[in-house]
């Protein structure tokens, strides 16, 4: 359209909005705080507006014909609960794709900074979300797909070959896995799962918290595994119900869209672990376009309002609780509602020393970079000052090298211990620890220097010294070096240099004080 809009419930995640009823604009105080120019913000629309006519570019760009009205649309989790038909006041969905969440319809704003809920504007300006989400949901089953269940996967795959399309295949092999596991009985042999692979929101928000199998036992088979991770998902998902139960009256029944839907064992399964009714529509994994389609509807004129749309989003299945499973899953719940708080600190413990070990590992490479680059740079002056000193005649090459290596050891823990070691503490104790090693370093590359360009190491190439790179086994006791063995040496020593040297300043001059300024 070549304008730029903003629908207010995408406005609202900016957390510049103000969405009190008679608001509903960019709050010019949040706008100041955080200096921000509300000339460069974008205008604001409902969802069901029109933002504009579809330009010429963009028709040619997409296949479609210039001038179609383009409408506000919304967020995924608008739209997904629009497309659900939970579009009326107290309406409850379950979503459950790469993350779940549980949302009901409100008219009124409430926050649950306990719990972490908070109603969050949606597609209808006349109502709020009252939102509560999980990381990961679906994302657990597909790794299990991709972990727990790949040999199964595979010889599934090559016995059935009839899938045209991605989405049949993928749709197929969730059914496929939830079909494994629907003989189990409820708990899993006993085993819990924790649907936290990705840190958690609500109703606790840790984003250390993660994933686990607990109670695993010698019986315990990859099918009980699976069991238990979808059982977890929904124990979560009960769990969120029962935070929105504290401050809302919640339907018996709630509508669960999201791949999740797909499998009747999944939604029997939810449905008896919540003990709600659980309705599902037609291609639920289709629910936001759904909702994006209907929101069109209503800016159309085609549909009254959004919440009309309810009732053009026909119910395909019920499943409803059975009351005996629902309470072999209760003393399930319970301990998985305990586990978060039983191992929060343990969990802590874990993400800190691997979030500590993956820095250390990205600092000592970062560090070996920057010293060798440094000591490059020194490489470059000591080669300098060893060459030119040593076209001084009667200059030994001993001493030319002795020399180069004094300043290139200047130059270089000058530089690596400002930006390689960022330390600057106790300069005399770090230059006297340096110093220990040059002590060793220093006698040893000269003599290995005397040794070499006198010929008793280079003659072994059998090279002839008019080459002045190698050979200097013909020229007598005194006589000028030429420049070839001078090099060769050089560098030999600034490799054995720059080997020892960094594990030295590391391990040695700067131990802990590592990047501490």
Sequence with gaps: TDQATMTIDSAYSTFLFDNR??????????????????????????????????????AKDLGLVPGIKVFGGGSDASLIGVGAGATAINDT???????????????????DTKAM????????????????????????????????????????????????????????????LNEKVKDVPPGAGGVLFTPWLHGNRCPFEDPKAAGMFFGITLETGKTELIRALLEGVYYHIRWMLECHEKK?????????????????????????ITGKKVETISKPQNVGATGAAAIVGVGLGLIKDVPSIKKYIPILHTY?????????????????????????????????KSAAERLRKRETKMQGLKFFLFSCSAGVIQLIC??????????????????GLVA???????????????????????????FLFYVFFAPASVTLSAYFTNGDVLSLFRLPSYLGILG??????????????????????????????????????????????
């Design 21 to 58: 009823p008679k608001k509903m604009r960019w709050s010019k105080k949040l706008c100041k705080m955080f200096k921000i120019n509300m000339d460069h913000l974008p205008r604001i629309i409902k969802s069901t507006d029109c933002a504009g006519l579809l330009t010429n570019k963009a």
């Design 93 to 111: 969905h379950v979503y459950c794709g790469t993350s779940g969440w549980v949302n009901t319809v409100i008219d009124h704003r409430l926050v």
């Design 117 to 176: 809920i908070a109603g969050v504007s949606g597609a209808d300006e006349k109502t709020l979300n009252y939102f509560a989400e999980m990381e990961t949901a679906g994302k657990c089953l597909e790794w299990a797909r991709n972990h727990l269940a790949r040999d199964e996967i595979v010889l599934y795959l090559h016995a059935h070959r009839e899938y045209k399309t991605y989405e049949d295949k993928q749709t197929a092999l969730f059914k496929y």
């Design 248 to 272: 809302l009256k919640i339907k018996d029944t709630i509508r669960f869209v999201g791949g999740g839907a797909i499998s009747p064992i999944s939604c029997q399964m939810l449905a008896d």
């Design 320 to 352: 409803v609780p059975d009351a005996k499973k629902h309470e072999l899953f209760e003393p399930y719940y319970l301990v998985f509602k305990n586990l978060h708080d039983s191992n929060k600190k343990n969990f802590k413990e874990i993400q800190d």
């Design 386 to 403: 060893t060459t030119l000193f040593g076209l001084i005649p009667g200059m030994p090459v001993s001493g030319s090298y002795l020399i």
């Design 408 to 434: 290139s050891v200047i130059w270089n823990f000058t530089f690596n211990r400002k930006f390689t070691f960022k330390d600057a503490s106790n300069v005399p104790k770090a230059m006297a620890l340096a």
């Design 472 to 517: 200097t086994k013909d020229l007598p006791m005194g006589a000028e070096i030429p420049l070839g063995p001078t090099l060769v040496t050089t560098f030999i020593c600034m490799f054995f240099n720059l080997t020892l040297e960094f594990p030295w300043q590391k391990f040695v001059v700067f131990r802990k004080k590592n990047n501490k300024k």
